[in-house]
């Protein structure tokens, strides 16, 4: 069975400094996506990422960007610049290709300092 | 990204009675919606796909005849909790999905509270 794990439960970072958040996943498939989604206190759910385990390059979105190492399972978050507005939950997530069920991690509460 | 709304927002209902929680696709019919359920501080679990048209699909664990779901259009899919209880108390999500193999874009949410 596929697992995700995040294993930091809860992160603080300094204003506009950068933080990296961790995940971990295991799968004996080869062809998935992997996501992060934020859920800040209005608990609305946003896709911050999304990466296709076929490509090779990390994904990248302004401010965020992705150390996918698909050898390794390993699919990190790293956020630059943190701003006030990026304090929220984040959740990393698995999807195998032509499957609908979302697998989440556990969550990782980020904190920013101002 | 997508628009999914969510009615209502919050309910708070008498142990035994049943909630009704709308999902709407705003800006383009999904064929496939889903729900999820969130406990205080922990992750989404998936409960049921929503199919347009047939009947929805159940996660293990999950009463079918407990969380009823009707997909009756493409942009509107319902979750009636009948007969509700305390341990229902809940975070509800919807997500929709444009296509096979697009990404799902979530609602809000439906804070559900049974005294």
């Known amino acids: 069975a596929q697992t995700v794990t995040q294993s930091q439960p809860e992160m603080s970072v300094q204003e506009a400094e950068t933080v990296t958040l961790s995940c971990t996943y295991d799968t004996s498939e080869s062809d998935y996506y992997l996501f992060w989604y934020k859920q800040p206190p209005s608990r609305q759910m946003i896709l911050v990422i999304r990466q296709e385990a076929y490509k090779q390059q990390n994904a990248t979105e302004n401010r965020f960007s992705v150390n996918f190492q698909k050898a390794a399972k390993s699919f990190s978050l790293k956020i630059s610049d943190s701003q006030l507005g990026d304090a929220a939950m984040y959740f990393c997530?698995?999807?195998?290709?032509?499957?609908?069920?979302?697998?989440f991690g556990k969550g990782t509460r980020l904190h920013i300092l101002p | 990204g997508a628009v999914v709304s969510q009615h209502p927002s919050w309910v708070i209902c008498k142990s035994g009675t049943s909630v009704k929680i709308e999902c709407r696709s705003l800006?383009?019919?999904?064929?496939?919606m889903f729900w999820y359920r969130q406990f205080p501080k922990q992750s989404l679990m998936l409960m049921a796909t929503?199919?347009?048209?047939?009947?929805?699909?159940?996660e293990q664990g999950v009463e079918k005849d407990k969380f009823l779901i009707n997909h009756a259009s493409l942009t509107l899919s319902t979750l009636t909790v009948t007969s509700a209880h305390p341990e229902d108390s809940s975070f509800y999500i919807c997500s929709v999905r444009r296509g096979h193999q697009e990404t799902q874009y979530f609602g809000p949410g439906t804070r559900l509270l049974v005294l």
């Open positions: 929503s199919n347009e048209g047939s009947k929805a699909t159940y």
């Open positions: 997530a698995y999807r195998k290709n032509r499957d609908d069920k979302i697998i």
């Open positions: 800006d383009f019919q999904a064929t496939t």
